[in-house]
């Protein structure tokens, strides 16, 4: 095989490689970070999410403020365990919405929006101790509903 | 010996005879005393004496022993050095706290004689630390919603060993204690009192610190922009004689946003710029959620329902913070059989049908405009259903941090500008064809300018309704 042929094999071999990466980038990310990660205990715990749009396309979001805004909100204790769901959230059947409200955001394409979430509404982070935290968000359905997860953060409640 | 020692040494003090005769009271030159000098060189002066009779011994910054004589108001001090020789005179004002006069030094070895005044108060007038530096008797710049903690302290290592108490004011807006517009914090945490404590369910303002008589005063924070000022001032006791130091005051000039208004629209909003006039809202309608059939006040990027935009002629660095509350939210299922109409209302603590609640959580959302879409599921088995809905939208402003500071959300507080009450009546009726068809009538109010923040002690979440 001649040099310009194998260029030609490795430059086709590399667009495919460039379309295959480009492919698998989901329509939306989703990035978690915690404003203060020493909690007093008994005080709230919460993230800062930023949901950043990837695709081509205009999104519209939907945030009601609500817990079922959320796939998932997943906290584990120092050994890893799932800590127990708030009495809220064991209440709540986010299937059945009856009622409430929403706020409405248009992502341009590259376009992020930021949301505060009070996991400890959701988890049970009462007790001091180190928590990890990990959110899971539904995109929209025009963006083929897929959950996205984010990074895990770590949290710690004091005494 | 430099010229700096030798401006020193014109820090001692000699002779002054009152022309008049006519003496101050007679005071007491013992303890510490701290003040500046002036003329040929200028600096600080800090001392300390002691007295015999009418014999003075003490110190004069670095130089000691420092002698002389105070009687019939009239004090002499002099000093003598490898160097040179100083001497000075002053006299007391008529309360004894402070004492001024003249002040000569000569340089023996330079053959150098410098001249001036000088002025010193028993003890003076106090530092007033702000953010590492002495604002007393400065104007200092800040911004509204900014944390302010004050340590206070007498000018002297003396003074301040001597001291016995101190006194903050209140801060002060045209001298007085202002009322509305300085908080020591604004609160949004748990309430211990209710059955979950993990949530931000209760709002307050916590009042100035009242205690003033410590070392320190705050924290706490303007939250109008304005001119203010604090006073600061400590007692101390020397040969168990109590005097009281001269006012410290700090002034400040409190930045914030100007002329704040918001405006309200809705429909097809472009949500990136929000509205630019107060304007028609989104319109009821019958969508979809998860599915189901919903009636709706906008719901749609193309049909908003009410959107709220901010404005500011002029603002420093920070953001505008929206927090809601729900003064109605009650919904009504007629049923198709004909029996008794329900009353419903969304999840609620303490007390569920009890309002003013806050709207989820605070903040409701944060930027120059954010909107609101109320709406309620259509059940079948009823042929009705009726959301009577009304809220009251607040504006805040929250600066952004010092980057210098370390205590995490105390560092800044929003502070209030207003609110806007708008409401909604939608109804759905399912017709004979079995199609609902919505109907509605719908109005916002014209933005209010409020100073007051908005509390709430009950909190309202999206989620099933109770029926009863």
Redesign the interface.
């Given at each position: 095989m001649k040099a310009s042929s194998i260029a030609g094999c490795l430059g086709s071999a590399l667009l495919l490689l460039a379309a295959a990466f480009a492919e698998s980038v989901p329509p939306f990310s989703l990035t978690i970070a915690a404003p203060?990660p020493a909690v007093k205990a008994?005080?709230?715990v919460k993230v800062d999410a930023t949901f950043t749009n990837n695709s081509d396309s205009v999104a519209?979001l939907?945030f009601?403020?609500?817990?079922?805004d959320y796939a998932a909100v997943e906290v584990r204790d120092g050994d890893g365990n799932v800590v127990p769901d708030?009495?809220?959230k064991s209440k709540?059947?986010c299937?059945?919405?009856?009622?409430?409200?929403?706020?409405?955001?248009?992502l341009?394409p590259g376009e992020s929006r930021r949301e505060?979430i009070?996991v400890?509404?959701f988890s049970?982070?009462?007790k001091p101790g180190e928590y990890s935290v990990q959110v899971q968000w539904k995109a929209p359905e025009e963006f083929g509903g897929m959950v996205v997860k984010s990074n895990t953060i770590t949290v710690t409640v004091t005494p | 010996m430099t010229l700096r020692r030798c401006a020193l040494i014109s820090l001692l003090f000699a002779l002054l005879v009152l022309g008049s005769g006519a003496r101050a009271q007679n005071c007491s030159l013992a303890g510490p005393w701290t003040g500046s000098y002036s003329g040929d060189s200028s600096g600080s002066v800090a001392a300390s004496f002691t007295e015999t009779g009418t014999s003075v011994s003490g110190t004069v910054n670095d130089y000691s022993p420092v002698t002389g004589t105070n009687s019939d108001g009239q004090v002499s001090l002099g000093y003598t050095g490898n160097h040179g020789y100083g001497s000075a005179s002053g006299t007391f004002s008529a309360d004894c706290s402070t004492l001024s006069g003249t002040w000569i030094a000569v340089n023996t070895k330079k053959h150098k004689t410098k001249t001036g005044t000088f002025t010193m108060s028993q003890c003076g007038a106090p530092t007033m630390m702000f953010n590492g530096t002495n604002v007393a008797g400065q104007t200092t710049s800040v911004v509204a919603g900014q944390e302010i903690m004050f340590t206070g302290q007498a000018p002297s290592e003396e003074c301040v060993a001597a001291t016995v108490s101190q006194k903050w004011s209140l801060p002060l807006e045209n001298g007085k204690p202002t009322k509305k517009n300085a908080v020591g914090g604004y609160v949004v945490?748990?309430n211990a009192s209710t059955?979950?404590?993990?949530?931000?369910q209760v709002g307050a303002v916590t009042p100035l610190p009242t205690d003033t008589t410590t070392t320190s005063y705050g924290p706490f924070y303007f939250t109008s922009p304005g001119t203010y000022t604090l006073t600061y001032q400590y007692t101390f006791n020397i040969d168990g004689a109590s005097k009281t130091s001269p006012v410290s005051t700090a002034t400040f000039t409190v930045d914030g946003p100007t002329d704040v208004s918001v405006l309200t629209c809705g429909g097809d909003v472009d949500?990136?710029t929000g509205c630019t006039a107060n304007g028609p809202l989104g319109t009821v309608n019958i969508g979809t959620?998860?599915g189901s059939p919903y009636l709706q006040f906008?719901?749609?990027?193309t049909n908003?329902g009410i959107a709220f935009t901010a404005s500011a002629a002029t603002a420093p660095s920070g953001s505008f913070t929206w927090v809601q509350f729900l003064t109605k939210?009650v919904?009504t299922w007629t049923p198709s059989s004909g029996g008794a109409v329900l009353t419903?209302y969304?999840?609620e603590l303490p007390t569920l049908g009890v309002f003013p609640a806050l709207?989820?959580?605070f903040?409701?959302?944060s930027g120059g405009t954010?909107?609101?879409?109320?709406?309620?599921?259509l059940?079948s088995g009823f042929k009705k259903i009726n959301?009577a809905f009304s809220a009251e939208m607040n504006l805040m402003w929250t600066p952004t941090a010092d980057p210098g500071c370390a205590d995490?959300?105390a560092c800044t507080i929003p502070v209030p500008f207003g609110y806007v009450n708008w409401k909604v009546s939608a109804t759905a009726k399912l017709n004979k064809s079995g199609t609902w068809v919505p109907s509605g009538n719908w109005s916002a109010r014209e933005f209010v300018a409020s100073s007051s923040y908005p509390t709430w002690t009950s909190w309202v979440?999206?989620?099933?309704?109770t029926c009863h």
């Open positions: 203060h008994g005080y709230g519209t939907r009601s403020g609500s817990l079922c708030t009495e809220i709540l059947d299937a059945h919405m009856d009622a409430g409200e929403f706020r409405i955001y248009r341009k505060t009070w400890s509404r049970d982070m009462s | 945490g748990p059955e979950d404590p993990s949530r931000p949500l990136s959620f998860d906008g719901g749609t990027a908003v939210d919904i419903c969304l999840p709207d989820n959580l903040p409701y959302d954010v909107n609101d879409n109320p709406g309620t599921g059940p959301m995490g959300d979440e999206n989620g099933q309704i």
